[in-house]
C-alpha cells in the first residue's frame, strides 16, 4: 500500500496550488482519502476527507471555501486545490488512506508529505 504527495512548492500569499495524491496496492474506490497537515512547530491539523465514492466531502473550518477536494477513482489519485493561500497555510501536507468508504473510518497509510511554504 502506498500514497504519495506531490505539488508542493513556494508559492506567494493569495496564490494557489494543486496537491496530489497517487495511491496503489489497495482497491483503490474502497477507501476514503483524506488531508492532514503539519505546520512548521505544531501539532497535525486535518484538513479535508473526500469518501470511497467521492460523492461526499468535508472541510476544517481553516481552510472552508479555499481548498476543494476531489478524485479519479479510475486513476487513482485525489486531488487538493488550494486557493487563496495565506502566510500560515505553510505547513508540510499529508495524503491519509482511511481503513474503509468513509473518513470516519479510522487512518492506515500514510505518505511522507509534501511542503508547501506560502511567502512573499
Known amino acids: 500500500v502506498q500514497v504519495a504527495e506531490s505539488g508542493g512548492g513556494l508559492v506567494q500569499p493569495g496564490g494557489s496550488l494543486r496537491l496530489s495524491c497517487a495511491a496503489s496496492?489497495?482497491?483503490?474506490?474502497?477507501?476514503?482519502i483524506s488531508w492532514v497537515r503539519q505546520a512548521p512547530g505544531a501539532g497535525l491539523e486535518w484538513l479535508s476527507g473526500i469518501n470511497s465514492a467521492g460523492g461526499y466531502t468535508n472541510y476544517a473550518d481553516s481552510v472552508k471555501g479555499r481548498f476543494t477536494i476531489s478524485r479519479d477513482n479510475a486513476k487513482n489519485i485525489v486531488f487538493l486545490q488550494m486557493n487563496s493561500l495565506k502566510s500560515e497555510d505553510t505547513a508540510v501536507y499529508y495524503c491519509v488512506k482511511h481503513d474503509g468508504l468513509s473518513t470516519q473510518n479510522g487512518m492506515d497509510y500514510w505518505g511522507k508529505g509534501t511542503l508547501v511554504t506560502v511567502s512573499a
Open positions: 496496492g489497495f482497491t483503490f474506490s474502497d477507501n476514503g
